[in-house]
């Protein structure tokens, strides 16, 4: 199936970013694949207005986009996917807990705990971290996609940072965000 | 490896499982691209008349069978705008 050579341009470019937001913001894989779809339909039938835009502005739009398509369903549901993806996870942590102290356990232990971690931060210090993480952003693109100082950025990204160094033990971490 | 360093490396680690996939984004543009060729490329003037038809195609009915009826807002037969209109064309 052909798709138009600006949107494939478009898409190859925003859509990590997009999905690392969807997903940030509602902690749930299968809902950020479906909200991605829907943003990108979206793009697809505003294509002509949106070539005319640089890259930032064009992110900015998109996320907005996305940011639209959250709120809605998040008001549609009533509830919180991420919190069921937390309680889950610990449900796992819990059952992994007993099968051995050998590194490799412990390695999928440790990223089962970072996993419940993430999922139990507040939607505003997930997304970004997860603009950061999954999608390699710097503060400074990662503000000027959500419309936040870059500076702000910088400050949450150290707050998620400090909270999953807790939960993990590394106090070093903690220690250094508060510098 | 300083305990920052060991977060960096369970966060890349953690990352691994959730971006996207190839799968995934093939999956996610042949969903645009099937959208796209069900929606109106753009606003078709030929269709809307086409589709809004059936009531103009009443009106006018309405409008044979009883010219002096009125009852069409501005399109009364005795009204001021009508008159008008008829004197200047």
Do not use: K
């Not at chain 1, 479906?34 to 640089?54: G, I, K, T, Y």
């Not at chain 1, 503060?139 to 150290?158: D, H, K, M, N, W």
């Not at chain 2, 309405?62 to 209109?85: C, H, I, K, N, V």
Request: some cysteine; hydrophobic content about 45%.
């Amino acid at each position: 199936m052909s798709v138009d050579p600006d949107f494939e341009q478009l898409y190859a470019a925003h859509r990590q970013t997009l999905h690392a937001y969807v997903l940030g913001r509602t902690g749930d894989a299968e809902l950020a694949l479906d909200l991605l779809q829907d943003v990108f339909v979206r793009a697809w039938r505003n294509l002509a207005s949106l070539d005319s835009l640089p890259p930032g502005r064009q992110r900015a739009w998109l996320i907005s986009v996305a940011r639209n398509l959250v709120v809605d369903h998040h008001r549609a549901q009533g509830t919180r996917r991420a919190t069921g993806l937390a309680l889950a996870c610990e449900a796992a942590i819990g059952e992994r807990a007993a099968v051995g102290a050998d590194a490799e356990a412990l390695e999928h232990q440790r990223l089962e705990l970072l996993d419940a971690a993430i999922w139990r931060l507040p939607d505003e210090l997930r997304s970004v971290l997860l603009l950061s993480v999954l999608d390699g952003r710097t503060s400074t693109e990662i503000g000027e996609a959500l419309g936040r100082p870059a500076g702000t950025v910088r400050y949450q990204l150290a707050q998620a940072r400090r909270r999953l160094a807790l939960e993990l033990g590394l106090d070093d971490v903690e220690r250094g965000a508060e510098r | 490896m300083t305990e920052s360093d060991e977060l960096d490396r369970l966060l890349a680690a953690w990352a691994t499982r959730y971006r996207l996939t190839q799968v995934q984004v093939a999956s996610v543009r042949a969903h645009v691209a099937s959208s796209e060729s069900a929606a109106p490329a753009a606003l078709d003037a030929e269709w809307l008349w086409w589709l809004l038809r059936p009531v103009t195609a009443l009106v006018d009915r309405l409008e044979l069978a009883e010219p002096d009826a009125g009852g069409f807002g501005l399109r009364s037969g005795s009204g001021p705008q009508w008159t008008t209109y008829l004197q200047l064309a």
